[in-house]
């Protein structure tokens, strides 16, 4: 697998604009869904806010144009003493895929996550999302033997 010459960097409150428009477009290749606009704006805002809540990161292709992101949020773990950290919204445009751009933020969040003290490096992808199930299993990623459960609030 060939990587180009990516750069992977903290994302700044610079990149919002197309941290929203990855995040849009990452939801509609993985699930089929259409989020609504503001609230991702208002969730990607906030996380420059208080960055306890999330941490973005984006990769430059050659050009210096931002062609990937991802993030991810930290969860508590009673049980181990540290935090779990939750890769989210992982998007890379379709002209880069296949480059190993997805192994080179992987990899680059593992370090950041081992220098932060993390336990270790989840995620959830949608079951009929093949692609991103090969690309993480191929990055690493074993399947865990817990079941995501929800209660929606809505109503």
């Known amino acids: ?12 409150a610079a990149d919002q604009d197309l941290l929203v428009d990855f995040t849009l477009r990452e939801a509609r290749d993985a699930e089929g ?13 906030q996380a420059f806010v208080d960055p306890a809540l999330a941490r973005y990161w984006v990769a430059e292709g050659p050009d210096g144009r931002i062609v990937a992101s991802t993030s991810v949020t930290a969860e508590w773990s009673n049980f181990h003493g540290g935090h779990y950290w939750w890769v989210q919204s ?28 993390a336990l270790d490096l989840r995620l959830y992808a949608h079951e009929d999302n093949a692609r991103a199930l090969r690309a993480y299993a191929r990055c690493g990623f074993t399947v865990a033997p817990y079941r995501m459960m929800r209660r929606r609030l809505d109503g």
């Open 33 to 45: 869904v259409t989020l609504d606009p503001a609230g991702v704006r208002r969730g990607v805002a």
């Open 1 to 12: 697998m060939t990587v180009a010459r990516y750069f992977v960097r903290a994302a700044t």
């Open 90 to 117: 992982l998007f890379v445009v379709p002209e880069h895929r296949g480059a190993g751009l997805v192994d080179q933020l992987l990899d680059h969040l593992a370090q950041a996550a081992r220098d932060d003290g």
